[in-house]
């Protein structure tokens, strides 16, 4: 029987918003244009995430779709990330533009999203639109691709997007393989979303992903050290599936996981084991949609998400501080765009991005610390602090131009 490791990853930075105190409202609104050497710097986290891993891993990558044929990789990569890499890091932006093309093309395959990696799809269906065409259309520009798989940002997922899928179009939409959800099945087949007719659902098994996004360089875990030959192995011994779903962010690689854990070596020789057995390959998104029957159908009547343990919305909605604001930003909808400053939109816009309400997250435990790492506050209600006082000041921006709100 044929298995096929589907490896998908995304890519995305924020522009985080600087400390910009309620004196600066009404005076300055560069939010997001912090000095080079502040915690809160867009260049310089930009510039560290490019050099540890975006440019090693993609020669990397590069080199393993060239030796291997059959191996195969899925991106998204948000609209925000590429603005910025076409500002301060050109030559990773190339780097990832000689990915998507090695070969010839047809080994690595960019799935749609988003453009603001924004939560607008559950507050305004109309924005939400707009930046999946703004997205779409920065695709096709930098890579030529026309995105035929949708992920909604940070994979959320519920029968009212993969209904809009199936209409807007796409052949497949990406999704967390959450137990309550999946029963008795595994995510390791293609799925069929509930009250859809052509989309089809790939689901994330969390459990093999997350071995290398989040525990390989934990010494204390039970698997450690994870070699290739070992993973290879765990999905050669099971029986029960078809395609496994390897969705992680792309700074898994020499990010989150340094090069100093070994997940480099890693990388570099799973294709060669895992291919060595006859049947397996790989396989971009859309190509298990088209080699694969659905198995099933799922039905996800809530929201889910691959974010902490509750796989919810809860890790950007869970407390007041994330609903006062987020509801705030747009509520400023409709005035915002009547105003026709291009340039009040996009700060608009950059202000939807989900990682500013994550950072306003006051959970404890294990989520909290990963909350916690991600964040360049030093606090939840710092973030919350920095993100209000930019909103006020585009309030006032709208006032100036005597615009009601």
Same mark, same amino acid.
């Given at each position: ?91 990773? +932006?190339? %780097?990832?533009? &000689?990915?998507?093309?090695? $070969?010839?093309?047809?080994?690595? =395959?960019?799935?749609? #999203? ?120 765990? +999905?050669? %011994?099971?029986? &029960?599936?078809?395609?496994? $779903?390897?969705?992680?962010?792309? =700074?898994?690689?020499? #990010? ?122 030093? %606090? ?26």
């Amino acid at each position: 029987m044929s298995k096929a490791i589907v490896l998908y990853m995304h890519v995305h930075q924020p522009y985080r918003i600087k400390h910009y105190t309620v004196f600066d409202t009404a005076k300055d609104h560069g939010y997001f244009d912090a000095p080079y050497d502040d915690q809160t710097s867009n260049e310089r986290i930009l510039h560290k995430v490019a050099e540890k891993s975006y440019l090693p891993t993609n020669a990397r990558l590069i080199k393993l779709l060239r030796d291997h044929p059959e191996f195969k990789v899925s991106l998204s990569i948000t609209g925000t990330v590429l603005e910025q890499l076409e500002r301060w890091s050109p030559e990773a +932006l190339q %780097s990832f533009k &000689d990915l998507v093309n090695v $070969n010839g093309g047809g080994q690595v =395959e960019i799935v749609a #999203e988003t453009y603001h990696h924004s939560l607008a799809f559950f507050y305004s269906r109309s924005e939400f639109e707009m930046q999946v065409q703004m997205h779409r259309e920065l695709v096709q520009r930098l890579f030529n691709q026309s995105p035929q798989v949708f992920r909604n940002t940070e994979l959320s997922y519920n029968n009212d997007i993969a209904y809009w899928a199936d209409k807007a179009g796409y052949k497949g939409v990406l999704a967390e393989g959450w137990d309550p959800i999946l029963g008795w099945r595994k995510p390791n087949y293609v799925y069929r979303p509930a009250y859809t007719d052509n989309v089809r659902l790939l689901m994330k098994n969390y459990k093999l992903s997350d071995d290398i996004a989040f525990r390989f360089g934990n010494q204390s875990w039970s698997e450690w050290p994870l070699t290739a030959d070992k993973f290879a192995h765990w +999905l050669n %011994s099971d029986q &029960d599936g078809e395609t496994f $779903n390897l969705f992680m962010d792309y =700074e898994t690689f020499g #990010e989150h996981q340094w090069e100093a854990t070994g997940i480099f070596d890693f990388l570099d020789h799973l294709p060669a084991r895992w291919l060595s057995t006859p049947g397996n390959t790989f396989m971009t998104v859309s190509e298990v949609i088209d080699n694969f029957e659905a198995k099933d159908f799922v039905d996800v009547p809530e929201t889910i998400t691959w974010a902490d343990t509750e796989r919810d919305l809860s890790a950007w909605l869970g407390n007041p501080m994330q609903h006062t604001s987020i509801r705030a930003l747009y509520d400023l909808e409709q005035p915002i765009l009547n105003s026709g400053d291009l340039d009040l939109i996009e700060d608009w816009r950059r202000l939807q991005t989900s990682d500013h309400f994550y950072y306003m997250c006051t959970k404890w435990w294990s989520d909290g610390d990963i909350h916690a790492y991600f964040s360049p506050y030093d %606090s939840p209600y710092e973030a919350y602090i920095n993100f209000m006082n930019a909103f006020h000041d585009v309030r006032f921006r709208l006032m100036e131009k005597g615009v009601q709100v």
